[in-house]
């Protein structure tokens, strides 16, 4: 599939030769558009128009088949419900790729829809790839292949930067932000509609293409989340891809299961994202100065790379310090031999740790870097300078430094346009990026740390499923359910399943008092709600009192029977739950238990399988992780036998492909290890 | 002070005449540049060399005494131990203002503290106002008067923003920021170590300064907060202040050595922004945004202000909807009569909601916008479309909705170098913002929002003091403190104070059992810690025990007693605190209780006195504030018995001036009110 997928869209997007259906001569029509932006294209252009000689200055055909070649890909300038018998028409006669630019399609209703379902039918039945409908299109500055009619595109340059975005919109959003970073555009592909080519694919096709440096992705909902979750894993490993995921404010969905309501679709997206190795941001300037930042290359992965900042100026630097510090990000101390070091080339009364204050911008910032560099704290640097060319070059300070200084360099500066213009393009030519703002260069140098963390995870994580291919047997009610979890290596608190009152108060008599007596009826869900939960049950009275109050729950009662457990010594209770996401599959969700923490939703997501490594970095993402480690005088709990659990219900969700929902809630921890003191298991029908 | 303050700085920032001490005639030295930024000002310069007679082509003189007038303002471009004497005599014969640019001073060290010092007396002494130490100084493009040594800034534009930073370097990276943005500067001053003339002073100078439009304000650490808090309350009345405070993470180190300023507690710091009127941005560039918003003025005050998205291109209109509504700024439903309004204006098949997504950019904009604008819910127009000079013309479109629309405008949208600017020259010249990418539109409308609102809250709010020259007693233990509380309306479970066993066993007797039975020492202030705390007393022989367990205590106990105390109803925990902060004052505070929620940090901070206005709002800023609501069925807690209980621990903290800190923890809040069952007050010494 994948040396298919790259072959097909490699004639989509880089064709010899390219139609226009609908060519026109009028300039204000797309048609005449669509053949115009191709001045510049370095193939065969091929106008198609029943009427037309010429258009555009180019020998018009009056049909696909009346070519001299087949072409490698057609433009569709026709209404929506002329695309069908186009489409069709270059599919028989073995086009490689289509584009649609126009709308009409299911966007806009349901006749448009019964279109989208008929073009989606030639796809299918053809090899042809599709990019659209209802999209801007692509462009592609380095062979002048813009497949797009506004007229802005002719001005991109070529470079290392790829985009895919969901909006055709949202493309040209990101390009253009890209050109005004003086960062060039190897392809830019607005998605649309996607009834064939999607992100998935482009990025499978872009993460093979050599001069694609790095990948910058806009998403606005996932269909197969899944899918795009392993092509982004294997792309990542190749180069660094930057994600704009929009939706943070998307209500919750509302699923059955309080961890449903939990786990909300952008949580979920975020957390695959990342997961595959992915840098998420949240603007698209953002992602623009994220995708700069690797100009110069990725740092090595490591577990917590450290960033040196120079700064001309203390208040610039405080303010990346601040916002580094506020993304996690490492500006370690300094040590003693680099401050001597420095010390050397500064003038005394400067900060010397990092931050290194310079006070004033001066060509010794070189000198500076260069010792800064061989700190083995620093994996990175950050250089901030207001543009002043009377007192400092920053282009011969750069190309000075950059000799002697292997790790990635960050230039943050402001200035004058036509000055800083002009230090921003030589820079950059040279492969060192430079951004206007503090900010903006935090946001670069974060964007290479992030990646380098994410690099290290994987290095040391491998998600084997342990239970592969193992059956499992539908457990249906607590009991059962607890009793799966144990195989799985979670424990409860000892037990007994009790069919009667009989066999009730014998398992009392064994039992450690005060017990818990609850209702075991698998058509009962929510046990506490309706008087099936007593807890602290000491004495033969009690235990008779709560078998009564559960035998008069209303409702059928020939499969209720008991559960008689022994009380839990208290400790920090957490959420584990985990459920199969329509588009990602099956996800895991650790949180904090308790009403008040499930109140403010304090959880962290990933999919299944899991490493040890993806649970101890879940638990670092709990705002409340410090509950954890000895809370005010309490012991530490035992985080090995939480992170046990955590990838015991991962490979459970792995192997049990029935299991739509689990929710262990809540997941009892202390120092000596964790029991599961509530299971509810919902199955697929 | 207020009218001094203003006639003071206005000899500092708008002086008719300028000495520049240490003038010198090399080009390289600061002495030269200052002098040589002078030459567009349109007053006279006196350069002060004891040796030239001629300086940047002006008449040098040998001394501040020797020239013909006294000068306004004085700017010493002299080492930091040459100040202290050429600022004695700028005070002696009478000079207004004076800037030191130079460092030197307390941030380098104690020899530099010690001379900061004797700057300090000098200011002390007089009526002159200084601005600096170790500042780029201020710049004021409108009169061409650089108070500071970068040739940069005679390029800036004069215009409405007026900046004021705690740090030179970062008052000229929002100047330069604002000049990219094509927003004019009226005045931009860089505080530096603010000996003398600090960002309340300058606040208060620039809210009565009639040709200022908006003030930006940078703040690294705010030494007297409560000041600045009243001056800021006024000056949001008046115009809109925008504030980035720096320090979100742990940067006090570097922040010390800077500015030698003690950065303050970020949370209060926010707080108090916010509570006085002031919109708070996180970035530089978010600054410059936010200030550009209101060059049209601003929307009138308003509980919630409702915002209408008009876009070319759906994917970005996305965009801005996902900023503004993660902002909690509403984006409402437009009425039915406006959509049919809308709708002929369009085509058929787009989405004619709001956002209002127009397919592509066209001249229908304008109407679209018109109508738009008469829907009664919105207060603000947002339009995005990508710069199309062939499919739009921005300008005609927006000076033809101008005429029409009332309500502030904001153009988002994204072009090339060169055809863009063009738009945004002409557009911004009408006075309508036009911003470069989605969110930086979004930034600047959602400014307009936060902006109405905080008019709005104030409209409605009155903080008076309702216990003011009321005689407080000290409470120096739970039952003393819980008095005190009961006085200002907040109850406890009912209780006996206790001297001894009898007294205990007479108070047993008399209350509702199960009863909790407490530690009664001013000496123990953690009494859960020591054993001081028994719950869920029944019966006499558990008295004993417990009464037995507090007397074995260790340490003094001849004053020690014993607190029988009901057992409250199970609710939710709140906690209600309250902190005299050494920059800010009387600070309340509001968080989720219970151990979990602590970790979490879940808590909402303001300055007293509080109106119940306040209150309300800090209910909301809770994360986990659904849990008040009737949380999975639970009953909904009594809301305006908390808000009275805040109101009354405000009001408190302004009547006993001694009061240092008070804890009310669990503050216990079912639906029938609260009660405050655990109390902690500590007084100055």
Redesign the interface.
């Known amino acids: 599939m994948s040396a298919q997928n790259i072959a097909g869209l490699d004639r989509l997007f880089r064709p010899r030769s390219i139609a226009v259906v609908g060519a026109s001569a009028s300039e204000s029509k797309v048609g005449y558009q669509l053949v115009d932006a191709l001045r510049g294209f370095d193939g065969q252009v091929f106008p198609i128009n029943p009427k037309a000689t010429q258009i555009a200055g180019r020998q018009s055909y009056p049909q696909l088949s009346a070519l001299p070649v087949v072409p490698d890909l057609v433009l569709l300038g026709v209404p929506a419900n002329a695309c069908v018998d186009a489409l069709t028409e270059a599919a028989r006669i073995g086009v490689g790729g289509a584009v649609i630019v126009g ?2 399609f299911a ?3 349901p006749d ?1 829809a019964a279109l989208q379902a008929q073009i989606e039918r030639v796809c299918k039945g053809s090899s042809l790839r599709l990019l659209g409908p209802n999209t801007s299109g692509y462009t592609r500055p380095g062979t002048g292949c813009h497949a797009c009619f ?3 595109v002719q ?1 991109f340059a070529a470079g290392p930067l790829s985009i895919v ?9 990101l390009a ?2 890209a ?2 970073q003086r960062l060039g555009i190897r392809l830019a592909v607005g998605l649309g509609n996607a009834v064939d080519v999607d992100a998935a694919d482009v990025i499978e096709y872009l993460a093979h293409d050599p001069q694609t440096k790095m990948i910058g992705l ?1 998403l ?1 909902g996932v269909a197969e989340g899944r899918r795009l979750y392993d092509v982004l894993s294997h792309a990542t490993t190749l180069k660094p891809v930057i994600v704009l995921p ?5 209500v919750a969905d509302f699923a059955q299961s309080h961890t449903g309501n939990l786990m909300g679709q952008h949580a979920v997206t975020v957390a695959a994202l990342r997961q595959a190795g992915a840098i998420v941001v949240d ?3 953002s992602l623009v100065d994220a995708a700069v930042g690797f100009l110069g290359g990725r740092i090595a992965p490591k577990a917590n790379p450290g960033v040196g900042i120079v700064t ?8 990346i ?6 993304a996690a990000v490492n500006v370690p101390t300094l040590a003693p031999a680099t401050v001597a070091e420095i010390s050397k080339h500064l003038p005394p ?1 400067t ?1 010397l ?1 990092n ?1 290194i ?1 310079t ?1 004033r911008p001066s060509p010794l910032f070189a000198d500076v870097m260069v010792a800064a560099s061989r700190d083995p704290a620093i994996d990175a640097i950050i250089t901030f300078a ?3 060319p ?1 007192a400092i070059d920053a282009v011969a300070v750069f190309e000075r430094a950059r000799k002697d200084i292997k790790q990635p360099l960050v230039f943050a500066t ?4 036509g000055s800083v213009d002009v230090t921003q393009n030589k820079l950059q030519s040279r492969d060192i990026p430079a951004l ?5 260069g935090a946001v670069a140098v974060r964007a290479l740390v992030d990646d380098a963390k994410a690099q290290y995870r994987r290095l040391i994580t491998t998600r084997t499923v342990a239970a592969a291919g193992r059956v499992i047997a539908r457990a249906l009610d607590e009991a059962s359910a607890k009793a799966l979890l144990a195989e799985f290596g979670i424990r409860s608190p000892r037990s007994r399943s009790c069919r009667n009152e009989e066999e009730a108060v014998t398992a009392f008599d064994q039992l450690d008092k005060p017990v818990v007596v609850k209702v075991l009826d698998p058509r009962i869900a929510h046990k506490t ?1 309706v008087g099936g939960v007593h807890l602290g049950v000491r004495t033969a009275d009690q235990l008779s009192a709560a078998l009564q109050k559960i035998d008069a729950i209303p409702g059928d009662i020939s499969d209720r029977g008991y559960l008689i457990e022994e009380m839990a010594s208290s400790g920090i209770d957490l959420i584990l739950g985990a459920r199969r996401d329509p588009s990602f599959g099956a996800t895991v969700l650790l949180g ?6 499930e ?4 959880v962290s997501i990933r999919l299944a399988p899991l490493d040890r490594v993806d649970v101890e970095e879940m638990l670092r993402e709990l ?2 992780s ?2 954890l480690d000895g ?3 309490a012991p530490a709990v035992d985080r090995d036998a939480i992170i046990d659990a955590v990838v015991a219900v991962a490979d459970l969700m792995e192997a049990a492909a029935d299991l739509r929902e689990l929710d262990i809630n809540p997941l009892r921890c202390t120092s000596k290890g964790v029991q599961a003191l509530d299971a509810l298991m919902i199955w697929s029908d």
């Open positions: 709308g009409g966007e806009s209703g448009g506004l007229p802005t001005q975005a969901q909006s055709g919109g949202v493309n040209l959003t253009l932000l050109h005004r806009h606005e929009v939706g943070r404010a998307q603007a698209t300037q001309g100026q203390a208040g610039p630097g405080l303010i310090l601040d916002a580094l510090r506020s009364l900060y740790q931050p204050d006070g207001l543009d002043e009377a402001l200035g004058l346009e206007e703002s503090p900010e903006r709600e904090l238990g308790g009403t008040e923490a109140a403010l939703k304090d705002r409340g410090a509950l809370w005010r005088g």
